[in-house]
């Protein structure tokens, strides 16, 4: 049994151009980004963690989310030659 339910959440465009172009600034290409969603609708940005944090949830859960960053990576190596 996975130990965290997550649920799908579509983030504004404008919160995703945010953190794009906050991205773009601090010259990160990935990351995890920690935001709290606030009850009067209000987005809180906490911390971007460069090397992400999955581990807790890839391996229990059957993620393989190393295994499809890696693949990810790969895709991205192979059209750069």
């Not at 945010?18 to 980004?33: A, F, P, Q, V, Y």
Request: hydrophobic content about 35%; proline content about 6%.
């Amino acid at each position: 049994m996975c130990p965290i339910e997550t649920v799908p959440f579509k983030l504004p465009e404008s919160i995703e151009k945010m953190i794009d172009t906050l991205m773009k600034r601090i010259s990160l290409e990935s990351g995890s980004i920690d935001l709290l969603y606030s009850t009067d609708n209000i987005f809180y940005f906490l911390e971007v963690n460069p090397v992400g944090q999955f581990d807790m949830v890839s391996f229990p859960c059957n993620y393989h989310l190393e295994k499809e960053i890696a693949l990810h990576l790969s895709n991205d190596y192979e059209t750069e030659k």
